[in-house]
Structures are given as C-alpha cells and as structure tokens.
C-alpha cells in the first residue's frame, strides 16, 4: 500500500530534526545507518550501543538490516539511510519483499543528492521514486513523507515486531550539515554492537 504525501506540497525537512524525532523514544530497537550523513544524522541524534553504523559498503545498509531483523525477531530493526546509498541497493528491496520481516523498516533521508561526492543530483532528483520501488516489490507499506507529523506518525511504526518490511521516503533539505562522527573502528563497532545483543566478544 503506497501512502503518499501531499504532492502539491514543497517542504523539506530539516535532516537532523527528523532523525532526532524517529529516535526519540527508540526503545530497544536496533539501527543499521547507511554510510555518510545518515551516520552523522544517527551519531548527533545521540550515540547508543544498539546503533550499527556502516562506513563503507555502499548499498548494503537495507540488507544488513535484512539480516540483523532474521537473527533477532523479537527486536524492532531501523535502517536509516540517504537516497543514494538506498538507489545502489536498490535490488535488494525485492530480497527484503520476499522475505517479509515484520520488524524491518528502512527510513531513506532524501535530498535528492550524492551527499559525500559532492552534491551531485541523484535518480530520485529525476523522478525516482524508492517508495514506489518497495510498494512495487511487494512492502506491505510504503511511505512518502514530506512534514514533520508525519514523521511524528511513522515513529510508532520503527517500534513494531510485525506488519513489515516497512519503507519511508522522507523529504529533507538538500544542504550539508557539520559532520558528526561516530567511531571509525569497524572491529570496535561489531563487538560494541555484538556484546549489546549478548554475544561473547574475544
């Protein structure tokens, strides 16, 4: 089912504001980020144990998020990630369709931007719509957002266990926003990330 936002509405969010508001009250859930600003975003928003954040791998947040919801089904998983990374992974969402878990939701900040390579225009400047892809793949929801109670709205959505996969498009300013990084460890991030969940770390 594809909602759509209101299509003769211009706004764009503010990217930071909108992913303090989907974090605000994250419970237990588990967030995958995709790499660049959206780590910045996922970092400024307030660092946890339970954040995955990606550096590199361009185009595999989705399905890393795949992965984490199969292993751990009693925990809501977010991806948050930008419209680039999601377009590079984009055949990954009919993997996600067919698998259907319940507790994924991918959250794509959409400028309309290669954000980290200079601000190039992205496919979905030109039309593209991720949303569309999903619904089409078969997401029992899709989401195109483009205010503020909206976003509000999707937040109880991150929080579920069943209903999903879920995608969500949000409309955000295409403007650079100061880096905040989070560590750039990978090894200290997995066994950050692994000793949340209970694993033993060696």
């Known amino acids: 089912m594809v909602v759509v936002g209101d299509a003769q509405s211009s706004a764009k969010l503010d990217r930071r504001a909108v992913v303090r508001e989907l974090l605000r009250q994250r419970g237990d859930m588990l967030v995958v980020t995709g790499l660049g600003s959206a780590s910045y975003d996922v970092f400024d928003a307030g660092d946890n144990e339970a954040n995955f954040y990606l550096w590199g791998a361009m185009g595999s947040a989705a399905l890393v998020g795949l992965g984490l919801a199969l292993a751990q089904p009693e925990r809501p998983v977010a991806v948050i990630t930008g419209d680039g990374e999601q377009l590079m992974g984009m055949g990954g969402l009919a993997t996600i369709a067919v698998k259907r ?21 992205s496919h979905t400047a030109y039309g593209v719509d991720l949303h569309r892809v999903a619904d089409c793949a078969g997401f029992p929801l899709s989401l195109d957002l483009r205010t503020m109670e909206q976003v509000r709205e999707l937040q109880p959505h991150l929080l579920r266990t069943e209903g999903g996969p879920r995608l969500a498009t949000i409309r955000i300013v295409a403007e650079a926003q100061k880096r905040a990084l989070p560590p750039r460890d990978g090894v200290y991030l997995k066994n950050r990330f692994r000793r949340h969940l209970g694993f033993a770390v060696s």
């Open 101 to 121: 878990p319940g507790n994924l939701s991918i959250v794509v900040l959409d400028n309309g931007r290669f954000g980290e390579t200079g601000m190039q225009l």
